[in-house]
Each structure stands twice: as structure tokens, then as C-alpha cells.
Nanobody, 124 residues
Framework: QVQLVESGGGLVQAGGSLRLSCAAS????????MGWFRQAPGKEREFVAG??????????DYVDSVKGRFTISRDNAKKTVYLQMNSLKPEDTAVYYC???????????????WGQGTQVTVSS
């Protein structure tokens, strides 16, 4: 079992920044993918960013709408994955979920475990 706890959400003005953190416990592995998803009201959950081990280094992937603004990273010693969000826009408003994979896939998963989510609200 893997437990994921997100933190760092909040209210920010457009153009501002937030850093989300996801602390993992239980059965986690440094070479397995970790990711962030988000769900806005009335919309389906969507992939935001992922990071996975490709045998020599970490690979990352992002949804097009956040490329150049968001950065995913991980600290394996702390079992924590981060999502640095810059130049935030009102359309980034959503509940953000951390996810962990127990299969050695790519940054987009598939993902097996989910956190409880943290709210990010960007005001215009």
C-alpha cells in the first residue's frame, strides 16, 4: 500500500506561483512514476505532469497547457514529489491530486494510488 498526502494548495492571484508537495509513505520506489492530476468543477480529471525513471535519468511530461509554467520534481530521500506552478492562470483552478504508479511505465502512468487532493484557486 502507498499513502499520498498533498499540501501547498491555496488562493493566489493570476500571475502568481504555488508549490505543491506530495509526501509518500508505504511501499514506494524511486524508479516508479509519480504524477500530478487535476480536476476542475464540472470537468474530468486530467493529467498535468509526470516523472519517471527511464533507466538512466528521469523523464518528465506535461499537458500542453502547463508546459513552460509548471515543473515537476522529486526528492527520493524524502519520498516527496513537487509541482512548482508559475504564471498561474484562472483556468488552472482545480483540485490537484498526487498519484503514484507501481508499474514501470512512463510519466503518464498508469497510476495506481491517489492522494486526497489539494485545492488551488487562481483569482483574476
Amino acid at each position: 500500500q502507498v499513502q499520498l498526502v498533498e499540501s501547498g494548495g491555496g488562493l493566489v492571484q493570476a500571475g502568481g506561483s504555488l508549490r505543491l508537495s506530495c509526501a509518500a509513505s508505504g511501499r514506494t520506489f524511486s524508479t516508479y512514476p509519480m504524477g500530478w492530476f487535476r480536476q476542475a468543477p464540472g470537468k474530468e480529471r486530467e493529467f498535468v505532469a509526470g516523472i519517471s525513471w527511464n533507466g538512466g535519468s528521469y523523464s518528465t511530461d506535461y499537458v500542453d497547457s502547463v508546459k513552460g509554467r509548471f515543473t515537476i520534481s522529486r526528492d527520493n530521500a524524502k519520498k516527496t514529489v513537487y509541482l512548482q506552478m508559475n504564471s498561474l492562470k484562472p483556468e488552472d483552478t482545480a483540485v490537484y491530486y498526487c498519484a503514484a504508479s507501481m508499474s514501470k511505465g512512463g510519466p503518464r502512468g498508469p497510476y495506481d494510488y491517489w492522494g486526497q487532493g489539494t485545492q488551488v484557486t487562481v483569482s483574476s
